[in-house]
């Protein structure tokens, strides 16, 4: 403990009106955070002002970073900030980094107040890239509505911060770092810990590790082709798969988490995960995943670059959840999808009569009913699967449910799927996401679909593409009556409903840092088992042509096409 102690500054501020949180915490383009006079200071003080004083004082907080270009000189302000605004403890990945699962769990395990994740998520990094700032609360999870807005209400009218500018902690150094703090009773404690542990010991309570090891280990072993993507996962997979679980070394790639991420793109798609997609088309491994920057997204492939669309991947989860001993100890009480998720989860929903609850986008609408204990296992098409065991997405858990279920059913990745969509049906399923669109261009394209689709006259519409022919069942503009604490969330996506259960949604997503992001997504169920193999885009083809004429995407923003098909 320092023999003096530091003191406590109060500094003047402006506040900034940008400053309201998106679906996963503020995020900007780097240099907003590097180049604006306390840009971030001002953030950091509204997250903990937001939290009550009383609450505060003296509490346990959690900081952890994926690595990111910035991390660490956020990191060295934010615990200035947290003990100078009271915070009696901050646990603390080492070298800063942890995953934002790994936040949620050891939030929960430590019984933190609440936990700030410096992520911008899947978007780049460096310093031409993107960071972030993301605040959980005491679930482990994303912090609700109530209090992104809270923070940013705080952000708008803030005149100062306190802060301890001469508080030095080492990132490097395993265990506990006293600091005696001028007008306060008890030391402000760093806690510094294993980046892995916590998480892993998880891990271990959830699946049957000797049954993943026989899978991926001895002369029949499967052969795993694993990418961490340069991002925080890197540390997590050598640890957890190679060393723990058996898999070679050399199964694992781009595992040294770097701040700009080795130059590429943190998202685990087939647009930006083109390295991992080439060699599993080689045939040699039967495996593949790849995570985000953060580590809470994961991609799926099989052999020869087999692809698992992520709406697929949580209904074949949840199809053979009895594979996972979790579940087998904690029952299963529910599921659920995000709205703009393909159906197919409702599917196995009602086969096993289990209830489906359809959210908003956002995992914090998921952790209401886990907390409620409504939900055990939900997933988002952006590449999102997780359980009640945290309440974050979660990638390594997604892996392991997946090396879970191939262990007992001794199936390649294809022919799960395949069984799937033979029981079940196939919901043929694809995204496109227009990215950095002029934010007047975005709101006035949404603003002239809804009213287009709303007008009485839209009903019953028929669209005729080749020889196809859909008509209109129901259109909306998507609200969410939470049936926990029944709070009303509206303007979450244009939704069209057709006849035939085919549907198109629009809506504009919150997790860019520059511009708007348009998405829509097209969905088409197939029944018939021989119809089933046959490529997506193809078949969806009216249905994305359907939505390129109503929505005028193309005219509108300028472009030839989007930034990214999924």
């Keep these: 403990m320092e023999n003096n102690p530091i003191p406590v500054v109060t500094v003047q501020t402006s506040p900034y009106d940008d400053q309201r949180p998106g679906t996963s915490g503020l995020r900007k383009k780097t240099s907003v955070f590097e180049s604006k006079r306390n840009y971030l200071q001002n953030f950091t003080q509204s997250v903990l002002s937001s939290i009550d004083l009383r609450d505060r004082q003296g509490c346990t907080m959690v900081l952890g970073s994926d690595g990111r270009y910035f991390s660490r000189t956020a990191i060295e302000t934010i615990v200035q900030m947290a003990a100078a605004n009271g915070i009696g403890r901050l646990v603390i990945g080492q070298h800063g980094i942890l995953s934002t699962p790994a936040v949620s769990c050891i939030i929960r395990k430590v019984k933190a107040i609440g936990g700030i994740i410096l992520t911008a998520s899947h978007n780049p990094g460096g310093p031409g890239g993107d960071f972030g700032v993301k605040f959980n609360v005491a679930n482990g999870g994303p912090a609700p509505e109530s209090v992104t807005e809270k923070i940013y209400q705080i952000s708008k009218t803030i005149e100062e911060f306190a802060i301890c500018p001469d508080l030095r902690v080492d990132l490097s150094r395993l265990g506990r770092q006293d600091f005696d703090l001028e007008n306060k009773f008890k030391p402000f404690r760093v806690e510094i810990v294993d980046t892995v542990e916590v998480y892993l010991n998880m891990l271990r309570s959830i699946f049957d590790f000797s049954a993943i090891k026989g899978l991926l280990t001895g002369p029949n072993q499967l052969k795993i082709r694993i990418d961490a993507m340069h991002g925080v996962m890197g540390p997590y997979v050598r640890r957890i798969l190679c060393d723990e679980l058996g898999a070679p070394a050399n199964s694992a790639v781009n595992c040294v988490p770097l701040e700009d991420f080795g130059g590429q793109h943190p998202d685990p798609n087939l647009t930006y995960a083109t390295s991992l997609l080439e060699a599993m088309k080689g045939g040699e491994y039967g495996f593949g995943a790849a995570f985000d920057g953060d580590g809470d997204r994961n991609l799926i492939l099989g052999r020869n670059g087999f692809f698992v669309n992520p709406s697929d991947s949580i209904a074949v989860i949840a199809a ?225 042509a359907i939505a390129l004429k109503l929505s005028h995407v193309h005219e509108r923003t300028g472009r030839r096409g989007p930034t990214v098909i999924t």
């Excluded at 029952?331 to 959210?359: H, W």
């Excluded at 908003?360 to 055990?376: E, H, I, Q, R, V």
């Excluded at 988002?380 to 392991?400: C, N, P, Q, Y």
């Excluded at 057709?498 to 708007?516: A, E, Q």
């Design 320 to 544: 053979n959840i009895s594979c996972i001993p979790y579940f087998q100890k904690t029952g299963i009480r529910g599921f659920a999808r995000s709205m703009p998720t393909s159906t197919a989860l409702d599917r196995v929903g009602e086969a096993m009569k289990i209830p489906v609850y359809e959210t908003p986008t956002g995992w914090k609408f998921f952790g209401n009913l886990m907390d409620a204990g409504k939900c055990s296992l939900c997933g988002e098409e952006s590449f999102g699967t997780g359980s009640d065991h945290i309440r974050e997405k979660d990638g390594l858990w997604a892996v392991l449910a997946w090396l879970s279920i191939i262990a007992a059913r001794k199936q390649s990745v294809e022919d799960i799927l395949k069984d799937h969509w033979a029981r079940f049906g196939r919901n043929y399923y694809c995204r496109f996401d227009y990215e950095e669109v002029d934010p007047r261009v975005s709101f006035y394209l949404m603003r002239d679909l809804e009213a287009l689709i709303t007008e009485r006259s839209f009903a019953n519409q028929q669209f005729a593409v080749g020889n196809h022919n859909y008509t209109v069942e129901k259109t909306e503009n998507f609200e969410y009556t939470d049936p926990v604490d029944g709070i009303v969330t509206r303007n979450q996506g244009l939704r069209l409903t057709f006849t035939d259960g085919s549907r198109i949604i629009f809506r504009l997503s919150g997790t860019g840092s520059m511009g708007s992001i348009i998405r829509f997504y097209v969905e088409s169920y197939e029944r018939d088992p021989s119809r089933n193999n046959k490529e997506p885009q193809v078949v969806l083809g009216p249905l994305i």
